[in-house]
Every structure is written in structure tokens, then in C-alpha cells.
């Protein structure tokens, strides 16, 4: 009996050196570092991934608007595109005939299915807002000798300058330039829309202006 007696204190002195030896191994352990907080997330452009694109097309000028496009009007015969914006649309681009160039009908169409299928893409793209129409005004240079015009050389037309126009959308994080649109007649577009790019109307000419009645006799 005093054997196992003195076998229990043994034991327990063993395991209270052992206690006391690890604990200030416990305390003096480095505790693991905690993970950084999240970062903010980046907030997102209202041009998604155009962003960028947009703004390098604008180029700061005043006379320029990029406008929503709402609806993608397909002719899938004639392979072209039209797009709807709020202030009216871009117009039909070129076909687009790129299939045609394959050498055996399979390849056409399957050249032809990937296609239509970039094009479903996209329509869905602009009912998501993520297809835009943007445009800017293109003022024409003065040329004259001094750096001016003069009155009785300048169109009306020529005066007004022209407008370029592009079509891009955010696809799967990506910038895609659909069409392009390289001097635009400002007559083609809506009256809304140039006011909003900030053109002033057209001023009357004096073979316009309706002339006055004569003078009750």
C-alpha cells in the first residue's frame, strides 16, 4: 500500500512539472496572425468593363453622350444590326459576311451558327445594360489663310461638322466594339439628341424665312 501511495504522488508530480513546463510554451506561442479584413470591393462602373474604352472615344469633349442600348434589332437574312437607344437608333451596319469565306457549306455553317450565336449573346447583353451607343460631335477645322473661313465659303453642312458614333458592350468582363459609325450627317439624327450633344439649331436663312405680307393698300 505505501508503494502505491508513493507511485500516485510520483505520477502527480510528473504531470505538474510537465504542466508547468508546456505553459509557458502556451503562452509564449505565437498566435497564428489574422487574416487581413476583406478588401472593399472595387465599386463598379456604370460602363462595366467599357469603362475605360468609352471615355477614350469621348476624349473629354463636351459634344458627346453614350446612351443605353435597349433593344437589338436582327435581320437574319441580311445579316445586319440595329440599335435602339432613347433617343432613336444607330442605323443597319454592314452585313456581316464573315461565314461566306469558309470553302465547304459545313464550314459556312458552322461559321454562320457561331454567329447568330455572338448575336443572341448581345441581345441579351443590351437587356441586361450592358451594350451602349456612343456618340460625339466632330467640329470641322477652320482652314482659311489666317486660320478662319470666310462667310461665303462655308456650307451649312461643312459648318455643322459631322458625327462618329460606336457601339460597345460588356461581355463576360470584356470590352467588345461592335460597330463603328464614321461621319454621321447630324440631319440623321433626331432632334433630341442633338440638343443633347449640345448643338445649337439652325439658324434661318434668308431664302427660308417666309417673306411679309404686303401692306393692305
Known sequence: MKRVFLL???CAAA????????SPRKRGASTP???????????????????????????GRREATALPVKE??????????NFVHPYGE?????????????????ERRKALNEAKQRIRTLEEAAKSGNVWYVI???????DGPDGRRSPAS???????????AVVMASIENRCITIAQYAAIAPD???????RLLGEKGREASPADTPAAPPPPS
Open 8 to 10: 500516485a504522488i510520483a
Open 15 to 22: 504531470l505538474t512539472a510537465g504542466a508547468e513546463g508546456a
Open 33 to 59: 496572425d489574422r487574416a487581413p479584413p476583406n478588401q472593399l470591393a472595387q465599386e463598379q462602373d456604370e460602363f462595366r468593363s467599357c469603362d475605360v474604352a468609352v471615355r477614350d472615344f469621348v476624349q
Open 72 to 81: 437589338v434589332k436582327v435581320d437574319g437574312l441580311r445579316m445586319t444590326l
Open 90 to 106: 444607330s442605323g443597319d451596319t454592314p452585313p456581316n459576311l464573315g461565314f461566306t469565306r469558309a470553302e465547304s457549306i459545313e
Open 136 to 142: 460625339a460631335l466632330t467640329k470641322d477645322e477652320p
Open 154 to 164: 462655308i456650307q451649312p453642312e461643312a459648318a455643322r461638322g459631322t458625327a462618329s
Open 188 to 194: 440623321t439624327l433626331s432632334e433630341d439628341l442633338r
